[in-house]
């Protein structure tokens, strides 16, 4: 087997690896967990040292998988979570050198944020008016005031998927995806805007030229320095000079791993790509800039060339499934249960509510009567709204396995009203969905697959790979290799649709729209406090 490519993706738990022939065909995966230390309900933080270590366990396992030789690979791939790098310096407050990586999730800059979003910067008009913690200047600014130390030290600020490019090349150029997601750089300008680091605080980036944060931009699959570094091959058990692409966050390269199939009608512009995952990410694709308060962006060729970009998504989506899981008497229950099937506690659940009916859309009746607002790590769309909370209404004194079924499916629904709002909100601004395209470990679950197409009203499109994901990161190789002559022909090439799931017209007018309206009305009463 020649022709190969290698995607690795980097979450908040684990890396991962796969193993692809040219046409998209997954060859073999390997998986391997990274360490997460989390404090005091906001600080989550990791070590880029066993991030690599994870990265290179995992290419090995997916290489031994695939049974291909490393000359079979020739081109390399990386996508992964917007967290954030400091290069020789620690992020935690106690000064462990190995925690160096500020996690996405971790919302220490709260308050940072909230004083950013309070002047009239104009960066802020790509970021729907209003910056989150999760991005890297609220970050930066925060580790300038509480670790000064520290932030005067380290040598580079690097989104995690760049540092990742960087240990494997050498190279520091950054994605023009992460700057321009997570850093407030105008892609669409080519610069940096020096009034607004000096507005923040953080005018000494700007006096250094930028040096710090990124002054070469590459686009994403472009090919960086001369492949694969001497330590880098020998640590990945890969050949030195396999050459490595640009890489991308990670729920954008889901969205290229799923949004450019050809089977079904429709284009990217038409369709929106859902990341179904620990949080959830939305993103559009349009012709010409659109501006919607509250969903980031417009970020221009962001994700695919030609494109703007606009994102959104929910803090808490499968990270919010759990949480309900893990509040609910029946847990353990439930977990011997799955444990003994073989599958995770939501599998688990979906199984046993479509146990009841082959009718996916009848499932949400068991629900009437219990709501979940999942909004227990902040809003991030359409509010961006980091203190925002969730709620849920409607429980009794149940404690068995059945009535932690009806809560899951309140919480599949809770988070499918999310995401309508998100759509709607979009559409009133000029974006139109004709489409969902669904990924991500938990929107592989046909139950949230349905209660996503009821709630919307849209068709869900169900991608043919395992991995998106990885997939996504795989075609990035394929572009830096010359194996496509861009990223458009490798999602055409390399991806394709399995099924669609159709929405239930009755289903849509009748359970799903009452259940949005009572969401709608318990978010806006938490709200109006």
Known sequence: MSNCVIGIDVGTGSARAGVFDQ????????????????????????????????V???VRMAMQEAEVSPDAIRGIGFDAACS??????????????ARDVIVWMDHRAVAEAEEINAGDHAVLRYVGNRISPEMQTPKLLWLKRHLPEAYASATHFMDLVDWLTWKATGDTSR????????????????????????????GDLADEGFIRIGTEVCQPGEALGTGLTTTAANDLGLS??????????????????????????GDVATRLGYVFGTSACTMTSSIAPVFV??????????????????????????????????????????????DKAGHSIPEYLSAQAMRETSDLSAIIQRADGVVVIPDFNGNRAPFADPHARGIIAGLGLETSIDSLVT???????????GLRQIIETQQKHGLTTEAIVVSGGAGADPLAQQI???????????????????????????????????????????????????????????????RFDQYVALQAAMRSE
């Open 175 to 202: 994605s023009a995806c992460t700057l321009t997601c997570k850093w407030t750089y105008l892609a669409h300008e080519n610069r940096w805007d020096s009034d607004y680091f000096h507005a923040i605080g953080l």
């Open 56 to 58: 290179c366990q995992s």
């Open 293 to 338: 308060p509250g969903i980031w962006g417009p970020y221009s060729g962001a994700m695919v060339p030609g494109l703007w970009l606009n994102e959104g998504g929910q803090s808490a989506a499968g990270a919010a499934i759990d949480h309900l899981i893990a509040m609910h008497p029946a847990r353990e229950q439930a977990k011997q249960q799955a």
């Open 452 to 514: 996503i197409a009821d709630t919307t009203g849209l068709p869900v499109l169900v991608p043919e790979a395992d991995e998106p994901v990885l997939l996504g990161a795989a075609m990035l190789g394929a572009v830096a290799c010359g194996l496509a002559g861009n990223l458009s022909d490798a999602m055409k090439a390399m991806s394709r649709f399995s099924r669609t799931v159709s929405p239930s017209v009755a289903a849509h007018s009748g359970a799903h729209s009452r």
């Open 407 to 417: 809560l899951y499916v309140a919480g599949l629904s809770g988070i499918a009203c």
């Open 84 to 97: 954030l790098v400091a290069v020789d310096a620690s992020v935690n407050a106690d000064q462990d050198p």
């Open 23 to 54: 046409h998209g065909t997954c060859l073999g995966v390997g998986k391997h967990p990274i360490s997460l230390f989390v404090e005091s309900g906001t600080i989550a933080e990791h070590s880029s040292a066993n991030i690599w270590q994870a």
């Open 240 to 265: 030195v000079g396999t050459i490595v692409g640009t890489g991308l966050i990670d729920a954008h390269a889901g969205g290229v791993g799923t949004l450019g199939a050809t089977a079904i009608a």
